[in-house]
């Protein structure tokens, strides 16, 4: 395209986020929101990528063109039927072999292609399509154009690839480019047919050209001058000829496409009479070699049977003899295997002695080992039980350090599992727990003195509490809390058996944003998100679209583990995708 229209050109990675159709209409549409393209160019999955972001964008001053775009991908992609589907579904991708490609694709392929095989392009569109692709049948394509007045669609004669096309794009690019619209054609054959008329029309713009120059060179020359010169009429005259000679090109140009309309269409119906008549024969000619073939199995079947009865005849005689010496045999035999089974008894029964003795053998060793392992246990379990109460009594101890009028102390018995904050073990609390704090709501009242004061109480190495934000994380967990006891029943997809803590550091608020600097939004519109996940939401500090549609792997399984859903849940909603489309 910039050899032959002489434009600057952006190829992005189409790869860039994924292989997904919802993907890569992502990666055009940020560069549509960066930067001002006049044309959009996308060959099959670019192509229904353009025509995705185009319809997500219809406020974009741009154009596009699509050569044999892949519409309907969902329906015919790999020819794949409902139980290729579910296969996929199941063990969650597929592997795929392509034009310089072996890759791994998601199930997630397939969920947005059937979202978004379809898009209805909001600009003016050229589509390119050869009329013999094997991949993406020129149907969709004519769907599409069908259905909409600003999609034109230009049928070639070439395949999947176009590499036969690539010439014709320049006309149709200009053709966009100046708004025309109407019916597509085939452009090779039409191409074809106008060659003599333009050769015709490129002398007579060049004399005109020509012509021009004289009169700018006459018309120069007498104002320096200011003579009359004669030449000028001259020069006027060779215009007027050469307009008209143009206007009678244009009309028979004109009258060539209307001839070569003509005769398509004679020819159309000339290809269908002789593909009937090939047809016909074709059908004569099969028949009559299937006689053949039929005459020829019979003969066949007749020798065979012949030779099958000989055979027979002969392997029947084979069989008596073979008989006679079998049943000597087979006494023989049986003399041998009585003597056999005695030995075999005999050997049996000493194997079944063994075994035995082997097996008493064997337990009487495990259960050596067995009481010498629970001797260890019990050793290293008193061992362990003593330094931990040395180390409780110690924490105990030093009650006296810590700031209870900033905390508060806890009501008897009032605990809560503070083994849910990341950081915090069985052992950790109970040191916690002899010290006097045993709430969620005590440690979110901790400020930087109480932190200190407590991390040298429990004896850690310092600065270690406030880095693990015991505080923020207490602090977020009761606010969940909260709104699980203020909702009125159990939520789809979450498990309240057993609450878990998590770790608030893997959401990436440099990447997401902060709550306070972005307007909240109605994040309900977004399927899978309720007014309890989205009070959930909230006290975790999202608020908005844009959060959403920012968020990383890592944010989305943190937003997960946090909001306790079940786990790859907030993926598999494809929440950053739909926080996408709702923004604007």
Request: one cysteine or more; hydrophobic letters at 40%; proline letters at 2%.
């Amino acid at each position: 395209m910039k050899d032959a229209l002489g434009w600057d050109v952006t190829a992005p990675m189409m790869s860039e986020l994924g292989w997904s159709i919802a993907s890569q209409t992502e990666v055009l549409i940020r560069h549509i929101d960066e930067d001002h393209y006049d044309l959009v160019v996308g060959s099959s999955m670019g192509g229904l990528a353009a025509a995705n972001a185009s319809s997500m964008r219809p406020e974009a001053n741009v154009r596009l063109l699509l050569l044999a775009p892949a519409f309907g991908l969902a329906d015919n992609w790999e020819g794949l039927g409902e139980a290729g589907k579910n296969a996929w579904k199941q063990t969650g991708e597929r592997r795929y072999t392509g034009f310089e490609l072996d890759i791994m694709l998601p199930w997630e392929f397939m969920e947005s292609a059937e979202k978004m095989s379809w898009p209805n392009p909001a600009h003016p569109t050229a589509i390119m399509h050869g009329i013999y692709d094997e991949v993406v049948p020129i149907r969709c394509s004519r769907s599409v154009s069908e259905e909409s007045a600003i999609v034109v669609l230009h049928e070639v004669d070439d395949n999947h690839r176009m590499k036969e096309s690539l010439r014709l794009i320049p006309n149709v690019v200009s053709s966009l480019m100046e708004g025309k619209t109407g019916v597509g054609v085939q452009l090779e054959e039409f191409h074809s047919k106008q060659a003599n008329s333009e050769e015709k029309l490129e002398v007579l713009n060049q004399e005109s050209n020509e012509v021009s120059d004289i009169k700018e060179q006459d018309v120069q020359i007498s104002y320096e001058d200011g003579e009359d010169n004669g030449s000028e009429n001259e020069a006027v005259r060779k215009s007027d000829e050469a307009e008209r000679d143009i206007e009678l090109i244009q009309a028979e140009m004109k009258r060539l496409e209307a001839e070569m309309a003509q005769k398509q269409e004679v020819l159309e119906a000339s290809k269908e009479e002789v593909r009937t008549e090939q047809e016909a024969q074709e059908k004569i000619e099969a028949e009559a070699e299937q006689a053949r073939l039929e005459a020829e199995a019979k003969a066949k079947a007749e020798k065979a049977l012949k030779e099958a009865e000989a055979e027979a005849a002969a392997a029947k005689a084979d069989a008596e003899e073979a008989l006679m010496k079998a049943e000597a045999e087979e006494a023989e035999a049986e003399e041998a295997r009585m003597m056999a089974e005695i030995e075999e008894a005999e050997a049996e029964e000493a194997k079944v002695e063994a075994e035995a003795a082997k097996k008493r053998a064997d337990e009487a060793a495990r259960k050596a080992e067995e009481i010498e392992k629970n001797v260890e246990q019990i050793a290293a379990d008193e061992e362990k039980g003593e330094r931990e109460e040395l180390i409780l009594k110690r924490v105990s101890e030093r009650t006296d350090q810590i700031h209870w009028d900033q905390i508060g102390r806890a009501e008897t018995g009032e605990s809560d599992d503070l083994t849910r904050i990341q950081g915090i073990d069985e052992f950790t609390q109970k040191k916690l727990n002899v010290l006097g704090i045993q709430t969620f709501d005590q440690i979110s009242k901790m400020d930087s003195a109480v932190t200190e004061s407590v991390n040298e109480v429990l004896e850690f190495m310092p600065g270690r509490i406030d880095s693990m934000k015991w505080t923020e994380q207490a602090s977020t967990i009761i606010g969940l809390d909260e709104v699980d006891d203020e909702a009125p029943s159990a939520q789809v997809g979450i498990d309240n058996t057993e609450k878990t803590g998590f770790n608030a550091d893997q959401i990436n608020w440099d990447q997401i944003g902060r709550a306070e600097e972005m307007e909240p939004d109605d994040l309900t519109k977004i399927e899978g998100v309720d007014e309890t996940t989205q009070k959930k939401l909230n006290v975790l500090g999202i608020h908005s679209f844009e959060q959403l549609s920012k968020m990383d792997p890592v944010t989305i399984e943190a937003v997960n583990e946090a909001l306790e859903l079940m786990p790859g849940r907030v993926a598999k909603m494809m929440w950053a995708q739909q926080a996408l489309a709702n923004i604007g």
